[in-house]
């Protein structure tokens, strides 16, 4: 059930919300500021070490030397924590890895930050979302 609520900003604080609305596509406020509360909740999930759900994004060059060896060992590391991983080929050298992952954050984190410092890894990014409990 949705309910209503009325919030009182300064001006120019509203002003900037509204450039933020705009540049970031929102048709009104009130779906903006939802997402702003939703975001700050799961961040707040992760920093408690609940149960949460990632993806990381791993960009790199498979003729690296054992990398593609490594990034496996890993995942059999924590593979209590990986939902499914997916490889793509983006050119003749550069390979995307995709893992979802899921389970307490500091493991999912833990696991995230061993895969990003593997050397060779041009580009590794955690997305930290969660499964919404308790979130709508
Ligand atoms: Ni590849």
């Keep these: ?3 209503r609520f009325s919030v009182s900003l300064e001006e120019q604080l509203l002003d ?3 450039e933020y609305i705009n540049a970031h596509s929102y048709s009104n406020r009130s779906e903006a500021v939802r ?4 975001a700050r909740l799961i961040n707040e999930q992760w920093e408690q070490d609940s149960e949460v759900v990632g993806v990381v994004s791993l960009v790199y060059d498979h003729h690296q030397a054992k ?3 490594r990034i496996t060992e890993v995942q059999h590391d924590y593979y209590q924590f990986i939902t499914s991983s997916t490889h793509v080929h983006m050119d003749h050298h550069n390979c995307l890895e995709v893992t979802i992952v899921k389970g307490q954050a500091s493991k ?3 696991l995230a930050e061993r895969m990003i410092a ?3 890894v041009k580009s590794g990014n955690l997305t930290m979302t969660s499964t919404g409990d308790g979130l709508h």
């Design 1 to 3: 059930m949705l309910k």
């Design 16 to 18: 900037q919300f509204d």
């Design 35 to 38: 997402d702003l509360i939703r």
């Design 67 to 69: 990398l593609q060896d």
């Design 108 to 110: 999912v984190r833990e």
């Design 118 to 120: 593997l050397r060779g």
